[in-house]
């Protein structure tokens, strides 16, 4: 019977998509981990691969298409003996971006009976199977939760569940209430249309000259998350002046013995590593929000914001704590590179306990940040400028001072905690040499 290809959630949050490009032609045969399309995320362009094996029968969603709805139909694969004969056309009236639904669809490809609803564990956490591979293991009688799944990302694919034999079912676990999912494993949650309605505020610039500017999918994505963060995050600000003249000192030192080595450290990275080495002084400031519960992390793993065209990501740098200065500079770059060219994995975008907002570069004396869920805290950085200050001995003088402010989280950090924090990242700045210790 003919496979369906549905369009896969390549994140967590992920609720739509473009389909970008068709990588494979209808008539084409592919295998098992074929790359045959592009995605368009909110955040990045990512290769979908194959998870069955067959001939490419239909292309229900032509390249280009935006707004394709996770586990609607885009293709239909054809096995072994098929032809395009037994595929039905999908109706011309259709949505294309909602040919079906991943239960119920839309298009006439037949189907001899309904494939399965998506098998669970005994945990009651969701086991990912191809359509194909639920109704073959329901006619054999086969608990998907046995069975190893060889496909991307785990899924359990035709070829594991063929030569699988039944065993017999397990006494049921008693039902026990699932447990709240962390912040970041939910899609968005807040609307965008607080404010005026559209329709309000296009009155009232009907008679002014204007261009509308419509969201993709990043900026949707910036909007609601954002939104929800500053509606249900119960915020705090701790503000810190820092001196940075002897970490200014102790980096012209290190350039100039790094330049052999084509290496050049930015203020930026120094941060990166105060930060990281202050949530391991802080331990119980390492955490994030986790809807019913807090998550505490013995590394630090920390998000440093890089803007881009049209929004933002944060690349995760984890284990920052144990990496050299040179490593971390590498290491940004070359995520802030590849953020720019919206080429991130999800996986080096999402996560972390903890995040640095660096507004410096453009001028920006202070500001504040706001968090980014189930994040405790963030970071906001503003510009090194020379200032007043008043000398170990009383004197007066003139120095360099960066202003910082830290967003924090009340549900998990306190007032006290949040003291701790920020003065563990100003030490470690204003005494660069002992990050190196």
């Known amino acids: 019977m003919p496979i369906e290809v549905l369009m896969p959630a390549l994140s967590p949050t992920m609720e739509e998509g473009t389909l970008a490009k068709w990588l494979v032609k209808e008539g084409d045969t592919v295998s098992s981990g074929d790359l045959i399309a592009e995605i368009e ?94 109704r073959i293991a329901a006619d054999k009688g086969l608990d998907l939760s046995t069975v190893a799944g060889s496909g991307p990302h785990g899924r359990i694919i035709k070829a594991d569940v063929e030569g699988a034999t039944a065993q017999p079912a397990a006494a049921a676990a ?47 994505t910036i909007a609601a998350r954002l939104t929800e963060a500053k509606q249900s995050v119960p915020h705090f600000y701790l503000r810190r002046d820092i001196q940075l003249d002897e970490l200014l000192k102790f980096r012209a030192q290190l350039n100039k013995q790094l330049e052999s080595r084509n290496v050049k450290l930015s203020v930026n990275d120094f941060i990166i590593k105060a930060c990281a080495l202050a949530l391991q002084a802080v331990p119980d400031a390492n955490a994030v929000w986790a809807g019913d519960r807090v998550l505490r992390f013995e590394k630090s793993d920390v998000a440093v914001a890089v803007a881009i065209e049209g929004g933002l990501f944060t690349p995760v740098l984890q284990n920052a704590e144990d990496k050299s200065l040179s490593a971390l500079s590498a290491e940004m770059k070359d995520l802030a590179s590849r953020a720019r060219e919206r080429k991130l994995a999800p996986h080096e975008y999402q996560g972390g306990s903890f995040a640095i907002s660096n507004l410096g570069m453009f001028g920006i004396d202070n500001f504040d940040a706001i968090i980014n869920p189930p994040h405790a805290a963030i970071l906001a950085v503003g510009a090194g400028a020379k200032k007043p200050i008043v000398g170990k001995d009383g004197e007066l003088a003139v120095g360099t001072v960066m202003s910082v402010t830290l967003s924090v989280d009340h549900r998990v950090i306190d007032g006290a905690l949040g003291a701790q924090l920020i003065q563990a990242i100003k030490d470690n700045l204003e005494n660069p040499m002992l990050m190196l210790a």
Do not use: H, Q
């Not at 072994?80 to 669809?105: F, H, K, L, Y």
């Not at 009976?113 to 086991?127: K, N």
């Not at 209430?177 to 009232?204: C, F, H, I, R, W």
């Open 41 to 134: 995320t909110d955040k990045a362009t990512m290769e979908f691969e194959a998870v069955d094996e067959g001939v490419i029968g239909k292309i229900v969603v032509a390249e280009g298409t935006e707004g394709v709805k996770v586990n609607s139909l885009i293709a239909v694969l054809l096995d072994d003996g098929e032809s395009a004969d037994d595929i039905g056309a999908t109706p011309a009236n259709a949505p294309v971006a909602e040919a079906a639904a991943e239960e119920a669809p839309a298009s006439d490809v037949p189907i001899s009976a309904p494939a399965p609803a998506a098998p669970v564990s005994a945990d009651g956490s969701r086991l990912f199977a191809t359509p194909l591979a639920r």
């Open 174 to 220: 008693p039902a026990t209430a699932a447990p709240t999912a962390p912040a970041s494993t939910a899609a968005p949650a807040a609307s965008m249309a607080t404010g005026p309605s559209t329709d309000v505020v296009l009155k009232t610039y009907a008679n002014r000259p204007f261009e509308e500017v419509s969201l993709d999918g990043m900026r949707k």
